[in-house]
């Protein structure tokens, strides 16, 4: 994978996550300017290239009323004069948008007739187009500032950077995780909970881990997902995706899921070169039954 962008633009919906990202980038090297009108991107870039600044990442967005116009034909201005920018677009559901603006009680940029509702559908009409030509586009829906954090970090983190793995092991009996974008069920595998001696351990601890990944079942599924996931990851990235979910659940979340997790985990750090972590959701669980 080749060297993180040098000139980063960053937009998309109001109170979708952009100046928690500004911030992460300002962490990662990146002299930003936040609510820069799009026609003064092309002077801001050169004044920062000429004051020593080499990598860059400005925000443009719905702040500029009118002047937002500009957007589309400054980039493909920048383009023409041979400084393509790297588009990071910032997305979130309409519900998420709404509570953070019910929260916050801030004003929306755009302000349509009917509220904020209203308003936030004359924001994604206005920006159509740049969702389209965007590089990345990051959904917060269900991210934690620390989850947005490391998404940004595996991105422009450095040499290797890609979109960030998050490998999540989790128990049915406690609900799906809502961030997970391929779920697989370990349910079928054999069970250390009705064993006497693993039963107070978890997938984390060694014996448990030789119990389910020694099964015979267990090295089947393995030997079946990981060229999957060496498959579609790379796929997933050129749809623009910035961060992929995997879940592995079992009924409790402590034993099974916990082990195929972990062993996911190191499978693909193997291969793919973002970021990838690895969540044990209810392992610590009190009471849990896998």
Request: proline content about 5%; some cysteine; charged content about 30%.
């Amino acid at each position: 994978m080749s060297d993180r962008p040098s000139f980063i633009v960053a937009t998309g919906l109001s109170g979708s996550g952009k100046s928690q990202a500004v911030k992460v980038l300002e962490d990662l090297g990146y002299y930003t300017l936040d609510n820069l009108p799009p026609a003064l991107m092309r002077s801001a870039l050169e004044v920062s290239r000429k004051g020593g600044h080499r990598d860059v990442a400005f925000v443009i967005d719905a702040r500029s009323g009118a002047l937002f116009a500009d957007a589309l034909p400054e980039l493909a201005a920048l383009e023409a004069a041979g400084d393509r920018p790297h588009i990071l677009f910032f997305d979130a559901s309409d519900d998420v948008l709404l509570r953070r603006y019910s929260e916050t009680r801030h004003r929306h940029p755009i302000e349509a007739a009917g509220g904020v509702g209203p308003s936030i559908a004359e924001e994604r009409r206005v920006l159509v187009g740049l969702r389209a030509r965007a590089d990345k586009v990051i959904d917060t829906t269900h991210l934690s500032v620390k989850e947005l954090r490391d998404t940004l970090h595996s991105l422009y983190g450095g040499a290797t950077s890609g979109m960030l793995v998050r490998v999540i092991s989790f128990g049915y009996k406690y609900g799906l995780p809502p961030a997970a974008d391929l779920v697989f069920d370990v349910r079928f595998m054999e069970n250390p909970f009705y064993i006497e001696e693993l039963r107070p351990l978890s997938g984390s601890d060694e014996k448990v881990r030789q119990f389910v990944l020694g099964h015979p079942a267990t090295k089947a599924f393995l030997a079946q997902v990981e060229p999957l996931l060496r498959f579609a990851l790379p796929r997933y990235e050129e749809e623009k995706k910035a961060h992929l979910g995997i879940a592995f659940g079992c009924t409790g979340g402590r034993h099974r899921s916990v082990a195929i997790a972990d062993d996911v985990g190191e499978r693909i750090r193997g291969f793919w070169p973002g970021e990838t972590t690895v969540e044990h959701r209810d392992r610590d669980r009190e009471d849990v039954r896998t």
